[in-house]
Every structure is written in structure tokens, then in C-alpha cells.
């Protein structure tokens, strides 16, 4: 088992700057591949970006140049770094795992990008 908190979340005006964490614990050894998804209301949950554990990292055009995904494996936590946020980046952010026995979800992050 694997569990995930998500935090850092919050209200920022376009052009801003955020910092999501996602805290793991549980049996983290078993765990692959860790990525960032969000769900805007009325759509579907879309991929943000992913990091394996040899550092390579995956992103969704959308945020390419904007966002940053880092993990620091000695405090078992994976980061996202968002810049020049704009007011499509609005949604419910989620922490996912992949792991050897399927996939694990954090219970999201509301970010809003508003003035």
C-alpha cells in the first residue's frame, strides 16, 4: 500500500507561481513511476507530467516551459513547480504512484488561477 497527500495548493492571479507537493509513504520501494494529473470541472482527468526513478521526466504540452516536476527521494516527496500559471491551469490537481501492484491517488489539490 501507498499513500499520497497532496499540498500547496491554493488561489494565484495569472502569471503567478505555485509549489504542489506530494508526500508518500507506505511501501514507497515499490513505486516506479510518480506523476502530476489534474481535472478541471466538466472534463476529463489529463495528464500533467511524470518522473520516473531515474529522473526522466514526461510533460503535457500545455505546461511545457512552465512547469517543473522533481522528486527528493530522501524526504519521499515529489514537487511540482508551476510559473506563469493562466487561468486554464485552474483544476483539482492529483499525486498518482505507479507501483508493482497498480496505481495509487492522492485526494487532490484545488489550484485557481484568477484575478
Known amino acids: 500500500q501507498v499513500q499520497l497527500v497532496e499540498s500547496g495548493g491554493g488561489l494565484v492571479q495569472p502569471g503567478g507561481s505555485l509549489r504542489l507537493s506530494c508526500a508518500a509513504s507506505?511501501?514507497?520501494?515499490?513505486?516506479?513511476?510518480m506523476g502530476w494529473y489534474r481535472q478541471a470541472p466538466g472534463k476529463q482527468r489529463e495528464l500533467v507530467t511524470t518522473?520516473?526513478?531515474?529522473?526522466?521526466?514526461n510533460y503535457a504540452d500545455s505546461v511545457k516551459g512552465r512547469f517543473t516536476i522533481s522528486r527528493d527521494n530522501a524526504k519521499n516527496t515529489m514537487y511540482l513547480q508551476m510559473n506563469g500559471l493562466k487561468p486554464e491551469d485552474t483544476a483539482v490537481y492529483y499525486c498518482?504512484?505507479?507501483?508493482?501492484?497498480?496505481?495509487?491517488w492522492g485526494q487532490g489539490t484545488q489550484v485557481t488561477v484568477s484575478s
Open positions: 507506505g511501501s514507497i520501494g515499490n513505486i516506479y513511476t
Open positions: 498518482r504512484a505507479n507501483t508493482v501492484w497498480g496505481v495509487y
Open positions: 518522473i520516473t526513478n531515474g529522473g526522466n521526466t
